[in-house]
């Protein structure tokens, strides 16, 4: 298994971002596919879920309305698009899958909101 995020960067309050996940190793529309974010000194968090086969969502409280999660099963892909991006949304932005009661996580993309 192996997940590989992109599209992290910096970006002013108010504004957007689109991060990729690229999933490979296991038959990926099968499985939900969950984005989490750690920001400085606290503790890892959930910020998105996307299951398989139907898609459904379930999103944070603190970023519902603003990031959306979606997959494309033909490119193996997992996507979160974020918009009216605050400063508390600054974290480094990691990608997650669970198989057979094992999560495997990608490295990682930093996201820096700052004017």
């Known amino acids: 298994v192996q997940l590989v995020e992109s599209g992290g960067g910096l970006v002013q309050p108010g504004g957007s971002l689109r991060l990729s996940c690229a999933a490979s190793g296991f038959t990926f529309s099968s499985y939900a596919m969950s984005w989490y974010r750690q920001a400085p000194g606290k503790e890892r968090e959930l910020v998105a879920l996307i299951a398989g086969g139907s898609g459904g969502t379930n999103y944070a409280d603190s970023v519902k309305g603003r990031f959306t999660i979606s997959r494309d099963n033909a490119k193996n892909t997992v996507y979160l698009q974020m918009n009216s991006l605050e400063i508390e949304d600054t974290a480094v932005y990691y990608c997650?899958?669970?198989?057979?009661?094992?999560?495997?996580w990608g490295k990682g993309t930093l996201v820096t909101v700052s004017s």
């Open positions: 997650k899958v669970r198989r057979y009661g094992m999560d495997y």
